[in-house]
């Protein structure tokens, strides 16, 4: 999904704290536009694959392995 109409908002609400005094506003909103692009950006990649090669068994909620039961 796309993201950058949030990009869009900040610039606005930023340029118009700029614009009308507001300097701790623009200051903040300057930071939180930095933040939100490295969060829109990492939340667009694909996540992290495992280099290890090597399987791990799966583990139920409470820590105890998964164990296939017997249909019978």
Same mark, same amino acid.
């Given at each position: 999904?796309?993201?950058?109409?949030?990009? /869009?908002? *900040?610039?606005?609400?930023?340029?118009?704290?700029?614009?009308?005094?507001?300097?701790?506003?623009?200051?903040? *909103?300057? %930071?939180?536009?930095?933040?939100?692009? %490295?969060? *829109?950006?990492?939340?667009?990649?694909?996540?992290?694959?495992?280099?290890?090669?090597?399987?791990?068994?799966?583990?139920?909620?409470?820590?105890?392995?998964?164990?296939?039961? /017997?249909?019978?």
């Amino acid at each position: 999904m796309n993201n950058n109409w949030i990009m /869009d908002v *900040l610039d606005d609400l930023r340029q118009f704290a700029g614009k009308n005094g507001y300097v701790k506003i623009h200051e903040k *909103l300057e %930071e939180l536009s930095e933040v939100a692009a %490295e969060e *829109l950006a990492q939340a667009a990649r694909p996540p992290a694959r495992r280099t290890t090669g090597h399987a791990t068994p799966s583990r139920a909620v409470s820590g105890q392995s998964r164990r296939c039961q /017997d249909p019978s």
